[in-house]
């Protein structure tokens, strides 16, 4: 867009320098005038692209707010999963205590 905005200057400048032909007023103002609308309309897809980038922003900012609740709800899982090993693991202590108390009293 620039490039092209950059190859239409010097044919203003040329045209708005030219004093031996008639025209080149008119030239050099149709020139300007299809310069300045698509400068126009690129200046309004920028603005639509600023808006559709905030817009993104706002929905990135809220799926890393729901990722940070759904890794710390994953951590207290596993920290109840782990917690509940331990105490399976106690447990099976407890019972293999217990049946070797058991066996030693049916001696």
């Known amino acids: 867009m620039k490039k092209n905005l950059l190859l ?3 044919l ?3 045209s708005a320098c ?4 008639s025209n080149s007023d008119k030239v050099a103002k149709s020139t300007f005038d299809a310069v300045t609308a698509e400068l126009e309309q690129a200046n309004k897809a920028k603005d639509e692209l600023t808006k559709k980038n905030q817009e993104l922003a706002g929905q990135l900012s809220t799926a890393n707010v729901t990722i940070a609740g759904l ?3 994953r951590d207290a899982s596993l920290k109840k999963i782990a917690d509940l090993n ?4 106690a447990e ?3 019972y293999l205590t217990l049946k ?3 066996d030693a009293l049916q001696i």
């Open 12 to 14: 203003i400048l040329l």
């Open 86 to 89: 331990s105490s399976i693991e």
């Open 71 to 73: 890794t710390s709800e």
């Open 92 to 94: 099976k202590q407890n």
């Open 100 to 102: 070797t108390d058991y």
């Open 8 to 10: 239409a200057f010097p």
């Open 18 to 21: 030219n004093g031996s032909d």
